[in-house]
């Protein structure tokens, strides 16, 4: 089964074919990040009429990249929903037309479904059962993954979302956007000693999150500051930040493992991509004996490629869908 996956839920047009016997066949993926940098955040309406730009072309990409034939395709997936109204309606309209043009069935896909599903597209999939953490720009959700569409909730963030904590607290710093890669970097100079930010609810008997206290916090130290606030400076304060939120996120995911006795974790989402979130997963996980799995870089912020695997996936299990 050859399934089209077109992703338009935020700034990353995605398209993708994706084929259950061959693997992924193509991906192509236009990001607006450009677009919105001066506005220090995603602007919805320049985002879906920038949408309305890219997919075809995109499209025709895959196309070619793969030297498939548009007759070919046997059903097309689209990013339902959560994300941008305006955003999310070009992708299902551009799908919906395709679906009716080639008389394919068309099926939505949860956006998270997506995210959760990308690392079984790496080279090394991780087999099922797993214990899943989610963290994108707008989710931070702890799941137990039985097997496609076997997903029980173990835990999420009660305010705000990690990626969401990332950008609002670079923004404080005067970083630009997207702020989690550039808050990352800076973190990278700065001294692990000049700052102590909290870690809520890291000792809470649930596997829930709060990151909005750890944003005030960096509110809190940047107003205490002289106007001037020196590059040094910067770089502690993002490493404070980047420390407390990687402390939470991993202590979380350990005790999740431990409760449920489940021995590999999946990171997904676009903060899955921070380089030190990743040093010290690993580093808990090894000391014991978990092994945790990753999407491929590309495919930890948006894109087509899960869209499009998801899809499949969901096909595959209930043909019926596809009616
Ligand atoms: O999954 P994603 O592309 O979009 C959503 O579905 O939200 O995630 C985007 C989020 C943003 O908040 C972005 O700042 C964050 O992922 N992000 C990172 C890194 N790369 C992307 N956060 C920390 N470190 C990174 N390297
Ligand atoms: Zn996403």
């Known amino acids: 089964m050859l399934v089209l996956g077109i992703e338009s839920s935020c700034d990353e047009t995605g398209l993708a074919l994706y084929d259950t016997q061959r693997g992924l066949l193509a991906h192509a993926l236009y990001s607006q990040v450009k677009m919105h940098e001066e506005y220090g955040g995603v602007v919805p309406e320049l985002a879906s009429r920038d949408h309305i730009r890219r997919a075809i072309p995109l499209l025709e990409k895959v196309l070619a990249d793969s030297s498939v034939q548009r007759s070919e395709i046997d059903a097309i997936a689209y990013t339902q929903g959560p994300g941008l109204a305006g955003a999310l309606l070009v992708g299902s309209s551009i799908a919906c037309g395709l679906g009716l043009a080639l008389d394919k069935p068309v099926l939505g896909v949860h956006h998270l479904e997506g995210h959760l599903l990308s690392p079984l597209l790496a080279s090394e999939p991780p087999a099922f059962p797993f214990i899943a953490l989610l963290v994108s720009g707008g989710h931070t959700q702890l799941m137990r993954v039985d097997g496609v569409g076997q997903y029980a909730m173990l835990g999420e963030t009660l305010d705000d979302a990690a990626g969401e904590a990332f950008d609002k607290s670079a923004k404080l710093l005067g970083l630009g956007y997207p702020g989690g890669p550039a808050i990352s970097r800076l ?7 000049a700052y102590t930010l909290p870690r809520p609810m890291l000792h809470s008997k649930n596997l ?13 130290v940047v107003k ?13 304060i993002a490493r404070a930040f980047v420390d407390a939120i990687v402390d939470v996120l991993t202590a979380k995911c350990m005790t999740a493992l431990k409760q449920t006795g489940l021995k590999r974790l999946v990171i997904a989402g676009g903060v899955g991509a921070n380089r030190q979130l990743r040093e010290s997963l690993n580093a808990a996980a090894a000391k014991r004996r978990y092994k945790v799995f990753y999407p491929e870089l590309e495919f930890c912020t948006d894109n087509g490629a899960m869209i ?16």
Request: aromatic letters at 8%; proline letters at 6%; glycine letters at 6%.
């Open 208 to 220: 829930d999150f709060s990151f909005s206290g750890l944003k005030t916090a960096v509110l809190t």
């Open 308 to 323: 499009a695997f998801a899809g499949a996936m969901r096909l595959q299990r209930d043909p019926n869908l596809a009616k």
């Open 224 to 236: 205490n500051h002289p106007a001037n606030i020196c590059e040094q400076d910067k770089a502690n």
């Open 187 to 193: 973190a990278e100079f700065g001294d692990p000693n």
